[in-house]
C-alpha cells in the first residue's frame, strides 16, 4: 500500500471547519507538512510539525499529530473560497536527508 | 528575499530529444530536490543534492540526472524523452537537513 495516504475529497461550506486527514506508515517520519497547490501553481508550504511535537498552531491552521496511530490532520478555521486547492501531506524520514515522500492530495472545494 | 525560481516555465519537446531543467534555490540554501508530478503518479522524488553532492535518488531510470554548482544552482537533465516523462517538474529548496522546503513554481514538460 501507499506510504502516506489521504482522502480524495471534502467539500464544506464558507465559514466552518475544514479537517484533512492523512495516515502515514513509517515510524522514523522526522518532520510532517503540510502543503497547497493550487490550479497551474507550485506548492506552498503551509506548515510542518517535528514528530515528537503534538500540535502547532499558525493563525487558522492547526496540525494534530497522533504519533501511535501514525496520524495527521490539518485544521482549517473559518474557511474561505481562497482556500479551494489541494493539499498534501508529506514526511521526511531519518537517514533520508530532505526527501519527502507524498500523499495523493486531498481536494478541498470551499462552497459560497 | 527571492523565492526558489525555475527556467523554463514551459517546455515542448518531441521523443527522443533530451532537456535540461534549472533551478535557482533561496539565496542561502544548499539543498536543492526534485520531484515529478503527474496526474497518475502523484509527486515522486527524482534525486536530492547537497553542497554539489547528490545525497538521495529516487527509483527513476538512469535517463533523468542532475547536478549541483557550487552556487547551488542546480540543473536536472532527461534525455531521450518518452511521452510518459511529460510531467511538471517541481524543484525545492532548504537551508538544512529536516525544517522548511520551499518549493517553485515548476517546469511543465510535454513530450509529443
Known amino acids: 500500500g501507499e506510504d502516506v495516504e489521504q482522502s480524495l475529497f471534502l467539500s464544506v461550506r464558507e465559514g466552518d471547519s475544514s479537517v484533512i486527514n492523512c495516515t502515514y506508515t513509517?515510524?522514523?517520519?522526522?518532520?510532517l507538512y503540510w502543503y497547497k497547490q493550487e490550479p497551474g501553481a507550485g506548492l506552498q508550504l503551509l506548515t510542518y510539525?517535528?514528530?515528537?511535537?503534538d500540535m502547532k498552531q499558525d493563525q487558522r491552521l492547526t496540525v494534530l499529530l497522533n504519533k501511535k496511530d501514525k496520524h495527521l490532520s490539518l485544521r482549517i478555521a473559518d474557511t474561505q473560497t481562497g482556500d479551494s486547492a489541494i493539499y498534501f501531506c508529506?514526511?521526511?524520514?531519518?537517514?533520508?536527508?530532505?526527501?519527502?515522500?507524498f500523499g495523493g492530495g486531498t481536494r478541498l472545494m470551499v462552497k459560497p | 528575499k527571492a523565492g526558489v525560481t525555475q527556467t523554463p516555465r514551459y517546455l515542448i519537446k518531441t521523443r527522443g530529444q533530451q532537456v535540461t531543467l534549472s533551478c535557482s534555490p533561496i539565496?542561502?540554501?544548499?539543498?536543492v530536490s526534485w520531484y515529478q508530478q503527474t496526474p497518475g503518479q502523484g509527486l515522486q522524488f527524482l534525486f536530492e543534492?547537497?553542497?554539489?553532492?547528490?545525497?538521495n535518488k529516487g527509483n527513476f531510470p538512469g535517463r533523468f540526472s542532475g547536478r549541483q554548482f557550487s552556487n547551488s544552482r542546480s540543473e536536472m537533465n532527461v534525455s531521450t524523452l518518452e511521452l510518459g516523462d511529460s510531467a511538471l517538474y517541481l524543484c525545492a529548496s532548504s537551508f538544512r537537513t529536516g525544517g522548511e522546503q520551499f518549493f517553485g513554481p515548476g517546469t511543465r514538460l510535454t513530450v509529443l
Open positions: 510539525i517535528f514528530s515528537n511535537m
Open positions: 539565496s542561502g540554501h544548499r539543498s
Open positions: 513509517d515510524s522514523s517520519s522526522t518532520y
Open positions: 508529506a514526511e521526511s524520514r531519518d537517514n533520508a536527508g530532505n526527501m519527502l515522500t
Open positions: 543534492y547537497f553542497s554539489e553532492t547528490q545525497r
